[in-house]
């Protein structure tokens, strides 16, 4: 049941991530809607916080002013970058081989990226559907296709998003301007420590922005993306 709620966890924070608009918009409040039985089935050191987080993410989303949303998460993640949502934009270093190794992984359970898509595979919210769909994989499997799974899982977890979300995280919360984003902030930190737990994961943040990141930074721009994994029926 934990596995399940923490898949669905990521697949909302996922669509949350994407591009200001109303599919970002429902998901939150879907997530915000079930948020008590949700976080208490994903378990963690404090589904309240999290439960409250989402509620937050959700009043803020609806309260904020039209356009609001859009010219925050372009400021952030795609005019100058002030807090880069691709992972190798977070951490600027061995791009090559971190884009490598996540389509190595997508590779070996199936996964690709649209056709003619530009996108890519290091994007904050390709990573939360994979995992969510790893997660997802683990619940239903027994025996060795469970154990590769889960070793699976936990390696992506180690490589990938634990070197920067909870970072990424972090620096949100105190980079953004509208309060969402905020909020937004602490429930994918919540929402990653009830998953790390399940795999034996650390969940302390082990890297912040790389040097001269902020409004303004050199780094790439982002965009946003959709994988397509959240369009699959896991949630």
Do not use: N
Request: proline residues 6%; glycine residues 12%; hydrophobic residues 50%.
């Amino acid at each position: 049941m934990s596995l399940l709620a923490q898949a669905d966890l990521l697949l909302g924070l996922a669509r949350a991530f994407g591009q200001p608009g109303p599919a970002a918009t429902k998901a939150v409040a879907d997530l915000a809607g079930v948020a008590e039985p949700l976080t208490e089935a994903a378990g963690g050191p404090d589904p309240r916080a999290l439960a409250d987080a989402l509620r937050l993410a959700a009043w803020s989303i609806a309260d904020a002013e039209p356009g609001a949303l859009a010219r925050e998460y372009e400021r952030l993640f795609s005019c100058g970058v002030a807090c880069p949502i691709h992972e190798a934009g977070f951490v600027r270093r061995d791009k090559g081989h971190i884009l490598g190794d996540i389509a190595g992984f997508y590779r070996a359970f199936g996964v690709q990226l649209r056709d003619g898509s530009a996108e890519r595979p290091d994007h904050l919210v390709a990573e939360l559907e994979f995992l969510a769909l790893l997660l997802v994989m683990l619940a239903r499997a027994e025996g060795e296709p469970a154990e590769v799974t889960r070793a699976a899982a936990r390696a992506f977890g180690e490589d990938h998003l634990g070197e920067w979300l909870p970072g990424f995280a972090m620096h949100l919360a105190v980079t953004t301007r509208e309060p969402a984003y905020a909020h937004l902030a602490h429930a994918l930190a919540g929402a990653w420590t009830a998953v790390a737990a399940t795999l034996g994961l650390d969940e302390a943040p082990r890297r912040l922005p790389a040097a001269g990141t902020g409004a303004g930074a050199g780094t790439e721009a982002g965009e946003p993306f959709e994988c397509g994994l959240a369009e699959a029926g896991l949630a």
